[in-house]
């Protein structure tokens, strides 16, 4: 399952990412944000009027919002 | 003479470097949590208790040495002495988020590396202590191998023992074996010395978890965003209006004042009708402008205008921006030059320039003066329901238009000069925080003096400059000053390009000073209506009057749209210069709004000639 189809509050374990698919500086930022590979992460919220986007994921002790296109290249696992 | 040392302060977004900064050197500058405020060079004189003054430095908040966007790139070259005329800091202060550690001890390991003298700043340990986080600085000291010392930034605690430690930083080098690490095994070590330091955890609720659940609720939260905003305008509206009429009386006294006891002459008109007259109506809009900022302000500090650029992305994704954007444009309802300052957080190039070249179309606080004069001259003081003012209401449309016409520019704009992939929207979220009103006051105080200072030498220059042009020559008996004068002959020629839509001679005098600042336009009218009054008693009516007497709603209306899009701040371009080095933008900015305007207030115009207004 990838991260944008997690549902809310469900926790779950970052296993891979494809950086590729990720703007180089984006997929920077993302990891100097702990959103990396091995991060245990939840999404705590999601965009408004039943959108998607932008998601709220909580990983370690701050919440990040970043883009479903972000999340839909990290490959999660349930924990 | 020996050269200045310098500190230089770095750390994450939101570790509180800026009220630290503000804490020890009493520099005052703009305190805010969310990520990327601090854009500017900020420095400020500081004693070690070694009695030698240094120099410090308040960096722009980092993730990483490894820039990703103009901000960090400033913050990773000046610490590395890479950049051009600054000198590397002789020793850094780390600053970091008690709260947070496993994620801030990331970049601390970083900069640890780099073997500058460092001391670190455990900041926000009583937030740290209200999320239930007992911390032992003493254990990271003795794994990072330099000082730590816990401080409350806010409060003023620790800043004594910061001070020491920073001078005894100086003469020794932080212990090798935290350097050559990759990203992830920084991570992982980082993990365990916040795991270590941890004392004790006691899980709570925390505050802003529960708060989150509404203010970004999918279908809350945007209605929230929705009536905040509009209450804001409408607080700019009707809570400023009896401070604004204790300012006008105040104004009026004055003048009526000099005219009983001054002798007549050009002195005693110049102050009446020039500086009291033209400064005087602007100085009045203070109090809305002051209610402006206090609510901007306390946005920015609650951590709250993070929530709203999340809620924002969405809309702002569908014109080929992100939430990102949102904060510049925001800010640019207060003043457009620190909004275009604030894109340097936005690491995407097309993105920050589509941004800079829109946020001249937010309605900025120099806009105010003019909306207020004509929407209380014209449009009457009645509600439309649910205690709704229709004054209000007009002036929620005027930057409703703004907004819309600043949407479409960046949906084109995207689509051709400023063409390129969708860009993507990474932001932390901060924890939320009662604005402090110490803050909020300095903050406030800062924005007035800006105010005031503009309407002393800006304002006040324009507005002789033009009193003199519209004196001189003078006129013969049964002749209209205004129409001899200078400057009566050169709106006289621009008169006839602006006729069109719907301007009279009158409107087009008030274009031209108010290219240096927008407000002026207010002075330049009251002026002109002043210089034009035969006599004292039709000098004393105020100037909504004057208005009410001389325009047709049409042409207030159309004179209002135009100054929606009207590129009409010098200092707007100016900046817009500097950020996107060289004239090629500005002067796109300045001829496609110019069209914009021109064409908004011709169709305002026509289409309220049509209705029968």
Same mark, same amino acid.
């Not at chain 2, 050197?25 to 900020?42: D, F, H, L, M, S």
């Not at chain 2, 084109?412 to 400023?418: A, D, K, N, P, Q």
């Given at each position: 399952?990838?991260?944008?189809?997690?549902?809310?509050?469900?926790?779950?374990?970052?296993?891979?990412?494809?950086?590729?698919?990720?703007?180089?500086?984006?997929?920077?930022?993302?990891?100097?944000?702990?959103?990396?590979?091995?991060?245990?992460?939840?999404?705590?919220?999601?965009?408004?009027?039943?959108?998607?986007?932008?998601?709220?994921?909580?990983?370690?002790?701050?919440?990040?919002?970043?883009?479903?296109?972000?999340?839909?290249?990290?490959?999660?696992?349930?924990? | 003479?020996?050269?200045?040392?310098?500190?230089?302060?770095?750390?994450?977004?939101?570790?509180?470097?800026?009220?630290?900064?503000?804490?020890?050197?009493?520099?005052?500058?703009?305190?805010?949590?969310?990520?990327?405020? +601090?854009?500017?060079?900020?420095?400020?004189?500081?004693?070690?208790?070694?009695?030698?003054?240094?120099?410090? +430095?308040?960096?722009?908040?980092?993730?990483?040495?490894?820039?990703?966007?103009?901000?960090?790139?400033?913050?990773?070259?000046?610490?590395?002495?890479?950049?051009?005329?600054?000198?590397?800091?002789?020793?850094?202060?780390?600053?970091?988020?008690?709260?947070?550690?496993?994620?801030?001890?990331?970049?601390?390991?970083?900069?640890?590396?780099?073997?500058?003298?460092?001391?670190?700043?455990?900041?926000?340990?009583?937030?740290?202590?209200?999320?239930?986080?007992?911390?032992?600085?003493?254990?990271?000291?003795?794994?990072?191998?330099?000082?730590?010392?816990?401080?409350?930034?806010?409060?003023?605690?620790?800043?004594?023992?910061?001070?020491?430690?920073?001078?005894? /930083?100086?003469?020794?080098?932080?212990?090798?074996?935290?350097?050559?690490?990759?990203?992830?095994?920084?991570?992982?070590?980082?993990?365990?010395?916040?795991?270590?330091?941890?004392?004790?955890?006691?899980?709570?609720?925390?505050?802003?978890?529960?708060?989150?659940?509404?203010?970004?609720?999918?279908?809350?939260?945007?209605?929230?965003?929705?009536?905040?905003?509009?209450?804001?305008?409408?607080?700019?509206?009707?809570?400023?209006?009896?401070?604004?009429?204790?300012?006008?009386?105040?104004?009026?006294?004055? @003048?009526?004042?000099?005219?009983?006891?001054?002798?007549?002459?050009?002195?005693?008109?110049?102050?009446?009708?020039? *500086?009291?007259?033209?400064?005087?109506?602007?100085?009045?809009?203070?109090?809305?402008?002051?209610?402006?900022?206090?609510?901007?302000?306390?946005?920015?500090?609650?951590?709250?205008?993070?929530?709203?650029?999340?809620?924002?992305?969405?809309?702002?994704?569908?014109?080929?921006?992100?939430?990102?954007?949102?904060?510049?444009?925001?800010?640019?309802?207060?003043?457009? *030059?620190?909004?275009?300052?604030?894109?340097?957080? *936005?690491?995407?190039?097309?993105?920050?320039? @589509?941004?800079?070249?829109?946020?001249?179309?937010?309605?900025?606080?120099?806009?105010?003066?003019?909306?207020?004069?004509?929407? /209380?001259?014209?449009?009457?003081?009645?509600?439309?329901?649910?205690?709704?003012?229709?004054?209000?209401?007009?002036?929620?449309?005027?930057?409703?238009?703004?907004?819309?016409?600043?949407?479409?520019?960046?949906?084109?704009?995207?689509?051709?000069?400023?063409?390129?992939?969708?860009?993507?929207?990474?932001?932390?979220?901060?924890?939320?925080?009662?604005?402090?009103?110490?803050?909020?006051?300095?903050?406030?105080?800062?924005?007035?003096? *800006?105010?005031?200072?503009?309407?002393?030498?800006?304002?006040?220059?324009?507005?002789?400059?033009?009193?003199?042009?519209?004196?001189?020559?003078? /006129?013969?008996?049964?002749?209209?000053?205004?129409?001899?004068?200078?400057?009566?002959?050169?709106?006289?020629?621009?008169?006839?390009?602006?006729?069109?839509?719907?301007?009279?001679?009158?409107?087009?005098?008030?274009?031209?000073?108010?290219?240096?600042?927008?407000?002026?336009?207010?002075?330049?009218?009251?002026?002109?209506?002043?210089?034009?009054? @035969?006599?004292?008693?039709?000098?004393?009516?105020?100037?909504?009057?004057?208005?009410?007497?001389?325009?047709?709603?049409?042409?207030?209306?159309?004179?209002?749209?135009?100054?929606?899009?009207?590129?009409?701040?010098?200092?707007?371009?100016?900046?817009?210069?500097?950020?996107?080095?060289?004239?090629?933008?500005? +002067?796109?900015?300045?001829?496609?709004?110019?069209?914009?305007?021109?064409? /908004?207030?011709?169709?305002?115009?026509?289409?309220?000639?049509?209705?029968?207004?």
């Amino acid at each position: 399952m990838t991260l944008d189809l997690l549902p809310i509050g469900q926790n779950a374990r970052i296993v891979a990412v494809a950086w590729n698919e990720l703007v180089q500086e984006e997929a920077q930022r993302l990891r100097a944000l702990g959103i990396d590979e091995g991060a245990k992460v939840a999404i705590s919220h999601r965009g408004v009027f039943g959108g998607r986007d932008p998601l709220a994921v909580s990983v370690g002790r701050m919440i990040v919002a970043v883009r479903r296109a972000h999340a839909a290249a990290m490959e999660v696992e349930v924990l | 003479m020996s050269r200045q040392r310098k500190i230089a302060l770095v750390g994450n977004p939101n570790a509180g470097k800026s009220a630290l900064f503000n804490a020890l050197t009493g520099a005052r500058q703009k305190i805010a949590n969310y990520p990327g405020v +601090t854009v500017e060079r900020k420095a400020g004189r500081f004693v070690l208790p070694t009695g030698e003054p240094v120099e410090m +430095t308040d960096l722009p908040g980092a993730y990483s040495l490894e820039a990703t966007s103009p901000d960090e790139e400033v913050t990773s070259k000046v610490i590395r002495g890479q950049f051009a005329g600054e000198s590397a800091p002789d020793a850094l202060v780390v600053v970091l988020d008690a709260s947070n550690l496993e994620q801030h001890l990331v970049f601390a390991q970083e900069i640890l590396a780099l073997g500058k003298p460092t001391v670190i700043a455990l900041n926000m340990v009583d937030l740290a202590q209200r999320d239930g986080l007992v911390l032992d600085p003493a254990l990271l000291e003795q794994e990072l191998g330099v000082r730590v010392v816990p401080t409350v930034a806010v409060r003023g605690r620790g800043l004594a023992e910061l001070a020491e430690a920073i001078a005894s /930083a100086e003469t020794r080098l932080p212990g090798p074996g935290i350097t050559d690490l990759s990203l992830i095994e920084r991570r992982v070590a980082a993990h365990a010395m916040a795991e270590g330091a941890i004392l004790s955890e006691t899980r709570r609720h925390r505050l802003h978890a529960r708060l989150d659940r509404v203010l970004l609720n999918p279908w809350a939260g945007p209605v929230i965003l929705a009536a905040f905003l509009f209450v804001v305008f409408q607080a700019v509206f009707a809570w400023a209006t009896p401070f604004a009429d204790a300012l006008e009386g105040g104004v009026g006294w004055l @003048t009526a004042l000099s005219i009983e006891f001054l002798p007549t002459g050009l002195g005693r008109d110049l102050l009446t009708e020039g *500086i009291l007259g033209g400064v005087g109506s602007v100085v009045v809009f203070l109090p809305q402008i002051v209610i402006l900022f206090a609510f901007i302000l306390a946005m920015e500090a609650s951590g709250y205008m993070a929530r709203a650029a999340f809620l924002m992305d969405r809309m702002m994704a569908h014109v080929g921006l992100s939430g990102r954007s949102f904060i510049p444009l925001l800010s640019s309802f207060a003043c457009a *030059i620190p909004g275009i300052m604030a894109t340097r957080a *936005i690491s995407d190039p097309r993105d920050r320039l @589509t941004t800079i070249l829109i946020a001249p179309l937010m309605t900025c606080s120099a806009r105010l003066p003019v909306y207020a004069v004509i929407i /209380a001259a014209f449009i009457p003081r009645q509600t439309v329901g649910w205690g709704v003012g229709l004054q209000g209401l007009v002036l929620f449309a005027l930057y409703v238009a703004g907004v819309l016409g600043a949407m479409i520019v960046a949906l084109v704009l995207r689509r051709s000069v400023t063409k390129g992939a969708a860009s993507g929207f990474i932001m932390e979220l901060p924890k939320y925080q009662l604005p402090r009103l110490k803050d909020m006051a300095i903050g406030l105080w800062q924005r007035a003096w *800006i105010f005031l200072r503009r309407a002393g030498t800006i304002i006040f220059t324009v507005t002789v400059v033009l009193w003199v042009m519209l004196n001189f020559p003078q /006129a013969r008996p049964g002749e209209s000053q205004v129409d001899v004068s200078i400057a009566g002959r050169v709106a006289n020629g621009l008169a006839v390009v602006v006729e069109p839509i719907g301007f009279n001679r009158d409107m087009a005098l008030a274009l031209i000073p108010a290219m240096a600042a927008r407000e002026v336009a207010v002075s330049s009218l009251a002026t002109t209506y002043a210089v034009d009054a @035969t006599d004292e008693e039709q000098q004393a009516v105020e100037l909504g009057d004057q208005l009410k007497a001389r325009w047709t709603l049409p042409m207030a209306l159309a004179f209002l749209a135009w100054f929606v899009f009207a590129p009409q701040c010098m200092s707007t371009i100016a900046v817009a210069r500097r950020e996107t080095n060289g004239w090629k933008w500005p +002067t796109f900015m300045l001829v496609y709004l110019f069209a914009m305007a021109y064409a /908004a207030a011709g169709l305002t115009y026509w289409a309220a000639v049509a209705a029968g207004l």
